[in-house]
């Protein structure tokens, strides 16, 4: 069975500050892995995607990895905002059953002035 | 474009009372639809899916049921409502390769 983990599952830096988000899956057969941004009390935003064919994908001050492989994926973001507070969540669609994604626990991130 | 719909955002009801909540979808046919669960510090726990109308697979077992009468109306319900039905209720249509959310509906069983 799939599992995802995100660490840590809270964060709170200065702005400016360049941060690592962390996620990592048990099975690697993965379709692809996407990174969704939540703002409290809202739904979901798509943010990258990475198909498993891929090592990274890049959006703006964005940057995701995956190694398939070892079962990781980063996203970086660099020169952090307050605009960036939110949660962050990690969600993997498996090759074999790509109707359906599989969350991590997301990781609540704050940045402050 | 397309968009997705979810009413009513916000919901409080007593235990025992039934529950329906709705989703609709503009903008796309025959999409696939799904319902989350997101409880308070868990993450997102898909509850149904549906490939069509008529059709609904269920995740997890559980005091809830899914509908889908019409190709872009996807309805979550209850008979009876449990305390431990509390949450943020997600709807998402599938596009390619990703899952498009709504705005959520929040349900407080007191």
């Known amino acids: 069975k799939q599992e995802v983990t995100q660490i840590p599952a809270a964060l709170s830096v200065p702005e400016g500050e360049n941060l690592v988000l962390n996620c990592s899956f048990t099975?690697?057969?993965?379709?692809?892995l996407q990174w969704f941004r939540q703002d409290p009390g809202k739904g979901l935003t798509s943010l990258l995607l990475i198909q498993s064919s891929q090592r990274e994908q890049t959006s703006g001050r964005l940057n995701a990895s995956l190694d398939k492989s070892s079962g990781r994926s980063t996203l970086y973001i660099a020169a952090s905002q307050p605009g960036d507070s939110a949660t962050y969540l990690c969600?993997?669609?498996?090759?074999?059953?790509?109707?359906?994604?599989?969350f991590g626990t997301g990781t609540r991130l704050q940045v402050f002035p | 474009s397309q968009t997705i719909h979810q009413w009513p955002a916000t919901l409080v009801q007593p235990v025992g009372s039934p529950l329906s909540l709705e989703c609709t979808v503009e903008g796309t046919s025959n999409p696939n639809l799904y319902w989350y669960r997101q409880a308070a510090g868990r993450g997102l726990q898909l509850l149904f899916y549906?490939?069509?109308?008529?059709?609904i697979s269920s995740e997890v077992p559980q005091n809830l049921s899914a509908s889908r009468p019409q190709d872009r109306q996807f309805i979550l319900s209850s008979k009876k409502l449990l305390l431990s039905d509390s949450g943020f209720y997600l709807c998402?249509?599938?596009?390619?390769?990703?899952?498009?959310f709504g705005p959520g509906t929040r349900l407080t069983v007191l």
């Open positions: 549906s490939v069509g109308i008529g059709q």
């Open positions: 969600a993997v669609t498996l090759s074999y059953n790509t109707d359906k994604l599989i």
């Open positions: 998402a249509w599938s596009g390619t390769d990703t899952q498009y």
């Open positions: 099975d690697s057969a993965i379709y692809n």
